[in-house]
């Protein structure tokens, strides 16, 4: 199983940081992600994190704002959202997985993120 917290809502601009933990399973025995889904949309990738935590990726629209990060002792992982945008709010989920998208894929319940004035 998979919790997510740390939603909210919060200004442009602004920042959160959400957490990621898992219980049951070891999450060091896998590649994690975050994704995403706005209001009437598809799930969309957001990033992607190596086992070990040496290798990340994100997605074209979240690079360089946020960052994903795991530390497989607390079986935690988690991601820092800065500078962030109205298209950014949407329900947010940490998934097993490069993707997050794959049929195999685990996800949490969600947390939802708001960026609005």
């Known amino acids: 199983r998979l919790v997510e917290s740390g939603g909210g809502l919060v200004q442009p601009g602004g920042s959160l940081t959400l957490s990621c933990v898992g219980s049951?399973?070891?999450?060091?025995?896998?590649?994690m992600s975050w994704v995403r889904q706005a209001p009437g949309k598809g799930p969309e990738w957001v990033a992607h994190t190596s086992r070990s935590g040496l290798s990340k990726y994100y997605n074209d629209l979240v690079k360089g704002r946020f960052t994903i990060s795991r530390d497989n002792t607390k079986n935690t992982l988690t991601l820092q959202m800065t500078n962030l945008k109205p298209e950014d709010t949407a329900v947010y989920h940490c998934?097993?997985?490069?993707?997050?998208?794959?049929?195999?894929?685990?996800w949490g319940q969600g947390t939802l993120v708001i960026a609005s004035s």
């Open positions: 998934s097993t997985g490069r993707t997050g998208l794959a049929d195999s894929d685990v």
């Open positions: 049951g399973f070891s999450i060091g025995s896998y590649d």
